[in-house]
T-cell receptor, first 117, second 116 residues
């Protein structure tokens, strides 16, 4: 079955330092991978996605993600963290096993990013 | 374009009651999906509608149902509410296409349902 794993419940980083939020995936076929961010009492905001092509994907708010097929990973990165980046981050994979058309996403458990001033 | 809107934003119900949540997708989007978010189970897929037809369904009991109208607006209904149904219910829309989609899903702010 398609799945994603986020091994860290929480990541702590100082403002101005680079940040990485980890995600690994397990899929049959081509992986369509997504990152979303959730602020308190809000819905999910789309950050970026990998469909095909360049392994380095650039997204919103200065975030980028590196797709690594050999390590089955899709880690989210940002060169310099901001306090305002503190939020809950979700990695997701499109479910391709339905056998038909679908937009269904399978989400990881989420990683809470805390950026200290 | 306006984003995905969900109404109401907050609901308090008691066990045994039923509830209807509404979602208006981004203009032009034909696919609407629903997800349940709880601290214990995380984000779980409920169902997906495309052009008024349910084309995918998650592992939820039959108390959870939905529909989509010709203008792509969607509603979900939960009957005989249980305490465990307390959650944030999120709606997402996307343009919609065939096959395993590469579309981005855009989420609404959610409806916070509390069952007492």
């Amino acid at each position: 079955a398609q799945s994603v794993a986020q091994p860290e419940d929480q990541v702590n980083v100082a403002e101005g330092n680079p940040l990485t939020v980890k995600c690994t995936y397990s899929v049959s076929g081509n992986p369509y991978l997504f990152w979303y961010v959730q602020y308190p009492n809000r819905g999910l905001q789309f950050l970026l996605k990998y469909i095909t092509g360049d392994n380095l994907v650039k997204g919103s708010y200065g975030f980028e993600a590196e797709f690594n097929k050999s390590q089955t990973s899709f880690h989210l990165k940002k060169p310099s963290a901001l306090v305002s980046d503190s939020a809950l981050y979700f990695c997701a994979v499109r479910d391709g096993l339905y056998g038909g058309a679908t937009n269904k996403l399978i989400f990881g458990t989420g990683t809470l990013l805390a950026v200290q001033p | 374009k306006a984003g995905v809107t969900q109404t109401p934003r907050y609901l308090i119900k008691t066990r045994g009651q039923q509830v209807t949540l509404s979602c208006s997708p981004i203009s032009g989007h034909r696919s609407v999906s629903w997800y349940q978010q709880t601290p214990g189970q995380g984000l779980q897929f409920l169902f997906e509608y495309f052009s008024e037809t349910q084309r995918n369904k998650g592992n939820f009991p039959g108390r959870f149902s939905g529909r989509q109208f010709s203008n792509s607006r969607s509603e979900m209904n939960v009957s005989t509410l249980e305490l465990g149904d307390s959650a944030l219910y999120l709606c997402a829309s996307s343009p919609g296409q065939g096959g395993v989609s590469t579309d981005t899903q855009y989420f609404g702010p959610g409806t916070r349902l509390t069952v007492l």
